[in-house]
């Protein structure tokens, strides 16, 4: 469906109480710029007996019976203390239709409420639809920052200036997070961003077709800026991002029709009474099938666990069977080393070799008594080197003999 020409609903002019529901209607003719229309916050107020400043209203919006807005309409209030915007793009199946819009009104600090219902007619006009459509990014733009009309009507007018068409009219202007935007860091001022959507009744200027050239498609797959020579009829107040401008020529558009296949009535065809089978069939026997289907498998099974059984078990071949099947020679003279290691182990056990002086229980030099040795009996277990223990012991009786010449001659 195409969409209409765009239309904002920027200030209701009373918002009575919930007993007193009033109904403001509100004629929209396609292809023709009106003038907004904004949510009041301070007429909401008013309407409450509340605080005007400190007050914070917030609005809620639904088609009459019910729970959202359609579709092609959108609502937005940055805070509770800003005001809130109605704005969006009709179909053309809507044309002849009211549009019954419930608008309430909440205070958060006195939980009053007010509430107002709108209605749009849209109306047809023979000058739509425009033939030739642009689409603008603007960067440094929120979406209701560019539904202020003064704000629009500058845009219009640079477009108009760059464009040089008769009638010019803005057909749709959409929030960059409704296509899929990212909501910007809370540095530097950034902006959402906001997509313009006019339409024109002459064919693009060659400024505007500067952006289907080789040179600038090449710099937008590279994300950089093209060199577009209107860009400065625009960059005074209005910073255009030209890789994502889009033109479309309505009178170039292939129309694709589906066909779509007949719901007919609803009704099934007529075939007759149902006609129960009768009590006479028989049983079936499901004997065979368990065979089948259980058995077998299971008959098998067994067959192979043992065969299996069988090779482990009863065909193990044993050390005897080793020896038949080994040469002679092999087996003598593997036996002979067999005999030879155990004799040399048995040698090394029983040879009488004297101990090491770390091992032995040794005297003390002053006092005579018997000291233990300084490691265990088993020499295994000795940790500290033997020479070094040796030369410590050595080093310890010649000290003692020393000392003990000294005082006998003194």
Request: hydrophobic residues 40%; aromatic residues 10%; charged residues 20%.
């Amino acid at each position: 469906m195409e969409p209409l020409s765009f239309f904002v609903v920027f200030s209701i002019a009373v918002l009575v109480r919930c007993s007193d529901v009033k109904h403001e209607n509100v004629d929209w003719r396609i292809g023709q710029n009106f003038s907004s229309i904004l949510l009041s916050r301070r007429r909401a107020v008013e309407q409450m007996d509340g605080d005007a400043r400190n007050d914070p209203i917030t609005f809620n919006t639904n088609l009459m019976g019910y729970p959202d807005r359609p579709g092609w309409l959108r609502y937005i209030q940055r805070t509770p203390y800003s005001d809130g915007v109605l704005y969006g793009s009709p179909t053309a199946d809507l044309v002849g239709k009211p549009i019954i819009i419930e608008i309430t009104a909440y205070n958060r600090r006195t939980f009053e409420t007010a509430r107002h219902n709108l209605v749009i007619n849209v109306m047809f006009s023979e000058e739509f639809p425009l033939k030739f459509q642009a689409e603008f990014f603007i960067k440094n733009m929120n979406v209701e920052e560019m539904l202020a009309s003064q704000v629009l009507g500058d845009f219009l007018g640079a477009v108009k200036n760059v464009w040089q068409p008769d009638r010019l009219n803005a057909i749709n202007i959409t929030s960059a997070l409704d296509r899929g935007g990212r909501v910007p860091l809370p540095i530097n001022d950034l902006k959402e961003g906001v997509y313009v959507m006019v339409g024109a009744d002459v064919a693009f200027s060659s400024c505007l077709k500067e952006v289907e050239t080789p040179q600038n498609q090449q710099l937008c797959s590279q994300e950089m800026e093209p060199v577009i020579s209107c860009d400065k009829k625009f960059r005074a107040m209005f910073y255009i991002d030209w890789c994502k401008i889009s033109l479309v020529d309505i009178t170039k558009l292939v129309s694709v029709g589906k066909e779509r296949p007949d719901p007919g009535s609803g009704v099934l065809p007529d075939i007759g009474e149902y006609s129960p089978p009768s009590e006479s069939l028989k049983s079936r026997d499901y004997f065979s099938d368990f065979l089948i289907t259980l058995a077998v498998p299971s008959a098998v099974a067994l067959i192979l666990f043992i065969i299996l059984g069988y090779v482990m078990c009863c065909r193990r071949e044993g050390v005897q069977k080793r020896n038949m099947q080994t040469p002679d020679i092999q087996l003598v003279h593997h036996s002979s080393i067999q005999k030879s290691t155990k004799e040399l182990r048995n040698m090394s056990k029983n040879r009488e070799i004297a101990w090491p002086l770390s091992t032995l229980p040794v005297f003390h030099p002053v006092s005579g008594e018997i000291v233990p040795p300084l490691h265990p009996d088993s020499y295994k277990t000795t940790s500290m080197p033997l020479m070094q223990t040796q030369t410590n012991l050595q080093h310890q009786t010649q000290m003692s003999q020393q000392q003990t010449a000294g005082k006998w001659y003194s």
